[in-house]
Structure formats: C-alpha cells, structure tokens
C-alpha cells in the first residue's frame, strides 16, 4: 500500500497536470496505517481526490457532481451534451474553470434557447459518486427519451479482448490510487486512443465523450467503441446514444433496463468483458429488419 507501478507506460502519463484550467491535483498522499504483513508499520497511500464541481450555465448554478478534479472542460462539455442541455458543441459558447471555497466551479455560457429549456426543466441535482440522478424531480426526467444511434459495425471478439487486455496501461490514476474509473474510446480493431479516468463512472464517461469531440469534432463517435471500467447502467447507454455511440463495452454486467434501452436505441451492449470471455447483451443491428439494414 502505497501503488507503485514499473510498468513503462504509465511513467510517461502524469497523474497531475500543471495547467489550472483541468483542475487542482487528481490525488494526495496520505499516512496510513498497515495492518498484516508487518503489523501497525507506518506508511503513506495515495488516495484519490474528489471535490465539489458545481455546473453553472449562464450564472445558474444547476448541478454539482462530486468529481476528481481533472479534465473538467471535458467533462463540462460532456455533461452538458449527456444531460441534455445543450445539443451540439457550438451552443456552448465559453467555459471558465476555477477555484471556490468549497470546491470548483465551472461557468458555462450557452445560447439563449437552449437556457431558456434549461430553466423551463429545472432540477436540483446533486451528484455523489455512482449516482446520477439524485434530485431529479420526475420519472419523466429520470428515464429520457433514447435516441436511436446509426449503426455500426459490431467489434470483433479479437477486438474486444485487445482493448479489454490494455485498458489497465492507461489509467494512471487508477494505478496510483485504486479508486477511479475509466472510460475509454477505441477503434475498430480495439486500438485504445483515448481514456479519462474520475471517481464515479458517469463523470468518466462525460469526460471521455468530451474530449472525444474537442480532439474529434463531428466524427467522433463514427468508428470504434466505447470501453467502460464500470457495470453497463441504463444512463451510461443513455449517454452513449445522446452523442451517436453505437457500440459500448463494460467490463461488469448491464441492468436489464440498459439492456432494453440498448435495444430501443439500436446500440450494442457488451458487458462482462473480462479476459477470454465477454457477454453479448444487444446487437445493434438486431431489431432492424433486412430492408431496414439496407437503407442504413
């Protein structure tokens, strides 16, 4: 207990980066205390950080996510894309990241039409680890209407394994701390090419969807798949469908409701992905019809 790594790949991945803009340090060393092995021996862990984020579109401040404190323009773009409330990245006009006594806020300004449905809609949602959805006023707020997202070719079992077998060699945080998720995009022969790790699995997702468009642009999401350190919950399908994600892999199984929301919005869903064997839950080309296939 401290995490060390030798693993090459990851010396070259910093943890904490410089720039003020993402965010304080992602984690900390603390002293601890071992027990077995050396009984009572004194020592230090490295503990992930999480903070406060409050989300503020045009000076309101509608939701704040407890969140590791790095790449939050990613995430605030991710977010706001996910939830809903703006529908394409040039609605968001500017963000600005910075420090308040209790913890981070991110000042947002989007266009007026979609404030305006912000405000109509509004909800006190504070975010904790692992949860979506606490303060959500309604039902109808709680389970969205899915879109349907184009189909794309369903990845190879090869390709699965690849990205599943290299996922660990890209979450430094993980590896320093043991408290994190990751989520990550890969091409179509499982290449990994882009992860963001954070304590609650949905913020990852944001983060990765985030950072996939600022690098990406509109064709973020044509080839490739999603890959998730995480059980396959109905809002990661949820979030995966709002951005065009045809494809999600988690590494825990899904929720029979993520199951029929996968199927309502044509994505797959592969979930148990662990070496040598991974689970089939929804192929997205499996409620088309074959003129259907054909005109897609």
Request: some cysteine; glycine content about 10%.
């Amino acid at each position: 207990m401290p995490r060390h790594s030798n693993n090459p790949e990851l010396a070259v991945m910093p943890v904490m980066g410089p720039d003020p803009e993402k965010g304080a340090p992602a984690s900390c060393d603390l002293p601890v205390e071992v027990h077995g092995g050396i009984e009572g021996a004194p020592g230090q862990d490295s503990v992930a950080e999480e903070v406060p984020v409050a989300m503020v579109y045009n000076g309101i401040s509608h939701a704040v996510m407890m969140a590791s404190p790095c790449d939050l323009e990613d995430f605030a773009l991710g977010f706001s894309l996910t939830e809903g409330i703006i529908d394409s990245p040039g609605q968001l006009f500017n963000l600005n990241v910075h420090a308040v006594d209790e913890g981070i806020a991110i000042e947002m300004h989007i266009a007026g039409d979609c404030f305006a449905r912000l405000r109509q809609q509004r909800r006190n949602m504070t975010g904790r680890t692992g949860c979506g959805l606490c303060g959500t006023e309604s039902l109808a707020h709680a389970v969205r209407a899915i879109p349907r997202v184009p189909l794309r070719p369903i990845p190879d079992d090869e390709d699965v394994q690849r990205a599943l077998s290299s996922l660990r060699h890209y979450q430094p945080l993980q590896e320093q701390t043991g408290a994190t998720h990751g989520a990550a995009w890969c091409d179509s022969q499982g290449r990994i090419e882009l992860v963001r790790e954070d304590v609650g699995r949905h913020n990852a997702l944001d983060k990765l969807i985030g950072a996939r468009i600022h690098k990406a642009g509109e064709s973020a999401f044509d080839d490739g798949f999603a890959l998730v350190s995480s059980r396959a919950s109905f809002e990661m399908v949820q979030k995966s469908a709002s951005v065009g994600i045809g494809c999600l892999v988690a590494v825990s199984a899904a929720t029979a409701l993520a199951v029929r929301e996968a199927r309502t919005a044509g994505m797959t869903l592969i979930g148990f992905a662990r070496p040598g064997r991974h689970v089939i839950y929804n192929r997205g080309d499996s409620g088309l019809s074959s003129e259907e296939r054909e005109h897609e």
